[in-house]
T-cell receptor, first 113, second 115 residues
Framework: KNQVEQSPQSLIILEGKNCTLQ??????????LRWYKQDTGRGPVSLTI?????NTKSNGRYTATLDADTKQSSLHITASQLSDSASYIC????????????FGTGTSLTVIP | KAGVTQTPRYLIKTRGQQVTLSCSPI?????VSWYQQTPGQGLQFLFE???????NKGNFPGRFSGRQFSNSRSEMNVSTLELGDSALYLC??????????????FGSGTRLTVV
């Protein structure tokens, strides 16, 4: 069964600390994996897109990793800021043309001062 | 460069009614996809339109339909509304859509409440 699972479900960290969010998937055939950040009441905003051959991709303080062998991805946030408080959603595209989408239920991150 | 615009932002409808939501993509984007987001189910894919043709479809009943116009603007229609249709409906546009590694840009969504 094609699934995307994210952990933890929620996370509270102190401002300035680092954190890592996990995404495990059983989707195949894999096309690409996206991480999105969604602020409350807003639409998701793309952070990174990773294909099968990419291991690491950074976007400012956000660094995503992908291990296609173990079907795991992580999103590492460095030196967290209050504005990082949001839901982070992992989306895996599958199918020969990448036209099937599988969504994780997200990790809710709260950064406190 | 204008983002993805969804209208209206909020909507309250009664069970049994029908509703039409609108999405204007980023200029030059030919793909528009629609999603339903609820606290219990998370984000679920509804359908994708590319150059006025439905290219992909998720597992939603036929009450959910859509269309895309020649200017790439898209509308989504839900007929015979049910309480369970209450959700945030998100639209995303992309230059090429599924099968490519171009990113999707989401709108802010339409919050539909069915009473």
């Amino acid at each position: 069964k094609n699934q995307v699972e994210q952990s933890p479900q929620s996370l509270i960290i102190l401002e300035g600390k680092n954190c890592t969010l996990q995404c495990n998937y059983t989707v195949s055939p894999f096309s690409n994996l996206r991480w999105y950040k969604q602020d409350t009441g807003r639409g998701p905003v793309s952070l990174t897109i990773m294909t099968f051959s990419e291991n690491t991709k950074s976007n400012g303080r956000y660094t995503a990793t992908l291990d296609a062998d173990t079907k795991q991805s992580s999103l590492h946030i460095t030196a967290s800021q209050l504005s990082d408080s949001a839901s982070y959603i992992c989306v895996v595209s599958a199918g020969d043309t990448g036209n099937q989408f599988y969504f994780g239920t997200g990790t809710s991150l709260t950064v406190i001062p | 460069k204008a983002g993805v615009t969804q209208t209206p932002r909020y909507l309250i409808k009664t069970r049994g009614q029908q509703v039409t939501l609108s999405c204007s993509p980023i200029s030059g984007h030919r793909s528009v996809s629609w999603y339903q987001q609820t606290p219990g189910q998370g984000l679920q894919f509804l359908f994708e339109y590319f150059s006025e043709t439905q290219r992909n479809k998720g597992n939603f009943p036929g009450r959910f339909s859509g269309r895309q116009f020649s200017n790439s603007r898209s509308e989504m229609n839900v007929s015979t509304l049910e309480l369970g249709d209450s959700a945030l409906y998100l639209c995303a546009s992309s230059r090429e859509g599924s099968g490519s590694n171009y990113g999707y840009t989401f709108g802010s969504g339409t919050r539909l409440t069915v009473v």
